[in-house]
């Protein structure tokens, strides 16, 4: 189930994400035997790897999310099914019941008659 979706993570989640790549970008700086355009360029590559990476994953954890909802809401439909068959069932074995009641009263009913006469 492929659907093109837009990323819908939350602005903490990104502001983490970026403050991260900030801290690794500057260790990196402090910690690179480079010469600043190389380690600039590098630096970029990097940012912009890391960047698709992030939202790949924010991609795939909006579908897996997309995927458990739909999947919730079906057995939600089955459930409501059931429980309509639960209920059907309940409402036969309530007139089954009734009726069984029913036939009890009349023959006491008869009893009673036949006495009284």
Do not use: W
Request: net charge negative; hydrophobic share 35%.
């Amino acid at each position: 189930m492929s659907h093109d979706r837009e990323c819908s993570c939350e602005s903490s989640d990104v502001a983490k994400i970026v403050v991260g790549g900030l801290i690794g970008a500057g260790i990196a700086l402090l910690l690179a035997p480079q010469a600043g355009k190389k380690t600039r360029r590098y630096l970029s590559d990097y940012a912009k790897n890391f960047g698709g990476k992030a939202n790949d994953a924010c991609n795939d954890f909006a579908e897996s999310l997309s995927e458990f909802v739909d999947h919730a809401g079906e057995r939600a439909s089955e459930l409501l099914h059931e429980g309509t068959d639960l209920t059907n069932e309940s409402k036969k074995a309530l007139l089954r019941a009734l009726e069984k009641g029913q036939e009890i009263l009349e023959k006491q009913r008869k009893r009673l008659e036949s006495m009284i006469d």
